[in-house]
T-cell receptor, first 113, second 114 residues
Framework: QQPVQSPQAVILREGEDAVINCSSS?????VHWYRQKHGEAPVFLMI?????EQKGHEKISASFNEKKQQSSLYLTASQLSYSGTYFC??????????????FGKGTLLTVNP | DSGVTQTPKHLITATGQRVTLRCSPR?????VYWYQQSLDQGLQFLIQ???????AKGNILERFSAQQFPDLHSELNLSSLELGDSALYFC?????????????FGQGTRLTVV
């Protein structure tokens, strides 16, 4: 049930773009994106809901293809502060109306000057 | 500061022992999640509580148990500890359990089993 993220790692120069993908074998109700810097807690970036609604970050965008059960996170004109591990979290139904939030293994993004 | 408090921050204990990790959710949040993070496994979902009731279970070992108390704080109990239980344990909270609800993470408890 754990979503699959790709790539596992990516190295960029400041100003370059990156795409991180997330896919699931289960029908999804929403996709969450979090960023974790080394030694810190994961921090919320964005939620994409079934039906197209998005909530979150100003400079980072994402897409959610419900039919393909996939999401992609787009990081444009990357900044040094974007470095960290990005986690995709997927919500699937877990009994009745409860939704379980399960994360992928993460994508390590390194932005160099 | 996410508003989620986890204690202790670090814990070192011997194999076979039992420990309790504590989590205080953000004010107003009714749902608490526990995750285990080891080097190559990402964030492994363990268990979720909502307003005192267990709502979802993930890859939680039988040696582990959790509960959420009336004041909404939660405890994760790990017993018969093994070396492989060494990891960072995160607690997260959210307002409710409906889809599309943002989760806020605590700073984690780093458990080292020696």
């Amino acid at each position: 049930q754990q979503p699959v993220q790709s790539p596992q790692a990516v190295i960029l120069r400041e100003g370059e773009d990156a795409v991180i993908n997330c896919s699931s074998s289960k029908a999804l109700y929403s996709v969450h994106w979090y960023r974790q810097k080394h030694g810190e807690a994961p921090v919320f970036l964005m939620i994409l809901l079934k039906g197209g609604e998005q909530k979150g970050h100003e400079k980072i965008s994402a897409s959610f293809n419900e039919k393909k059960q996939q999401s992609s996170l787009y990081l444009t004109a990357s900044q040094l502060s974007y470095s960290g591990t990005y986690f995709c979290g997927t919500e699937i139904v877990s009994g009745g109306s409860n939704y379980k939030l399960t994360f992928g293994k993460g994508t390590l993004l390194t932005v160099n000057p | 500061d996410s508003g989620v408090t986890q204690t202790p921050k670090h814990l070192i204990t011997a194999t076979g022992q039992r420990v309790t990790l504590r989590c205080s959710p953000r004010s107003g949040d009714l749902s608490v999640y526990w995750y285990q993070q080891s080097l190559d496994q990402g964030l492994q979902f363990l268990i979720q509580y909502y307003n005192g009731e267990e709502r979802a279970k993930g890859n939680i070992l039988e040696r582990f148990s959790a509960q959420q108390f009336p004041d909404l704080h939660s405890e994760l109990n790990l017993s018969s500890l093994e070396l492989g239980d060494s990891a960072l344990y995160f607690c997260a909270s959210s307002v409710d359990v409906s889809t599309g609800t943002e989760a806020f993470f605590g700073q984690g408890t780093r458990l080292t089993v020696v």
